[in-house]
């Protein structure tokens, strides 16, 4: 059973930054992606990087400001968020996934339960 466990979220003014941590329980070679969804809105995509780190990808809304990064010695995902806006206020989702990194959310069979951060003006 693979468990995906997110940390990090908080309220943080705007102009700040955050850096949110995905914790993975099950070794394997996972393709490892955050999404966001905020009140009333869709999920949408933000990042996604391949289990080399060779691969990554970044969402327009926050190309030069989030970067996703990983580190397979602690099976963990990151995101770190900077330039922080009212609009990235959402819940953050962590994904794994066994196929290559995409923007699509049907290609993650494996979630965690969301942190929160809200971003105020």
């Known amino acids: 059973q693979v468990q995906l466990v997110e940390s990090g979220g908080a309220l943080v003014q705007a102009g700040g930054s955050l850096r949110l941590s995905c914790t993975w329980t099950t070794f394997n070679r996972f393709t490892m992606a955050w999404f966001r969804q905020a009140l009333g809105k869709e999920r949408e995509f933000v990042a996604a990087i391949s289990w080399s780190g060779g691969t990554t990808m970044h969402a327009d809304s926050v190309k030069g400001r989030f970067t996703i990064s990983r580190d397979n010695n602690k099976y963990t995902v990151y995101l770190q968020m900077n330039s922080l806006k009212p609009e990235d206020t959402a819940v953050y989702y962590c994904?794994?996934?066994?196929?290559?990194?995409?923007?699509?959310?049907?290609?993650?069979?494996?979630w965690g339960q969301g942190t929160r951060v809200t971003v105020s003006s």
């Open positions: 994904a794994a996934s066994l196929t290559r990194p995409t923007y699509h959310s049907d290609n993650y069979p494996y």
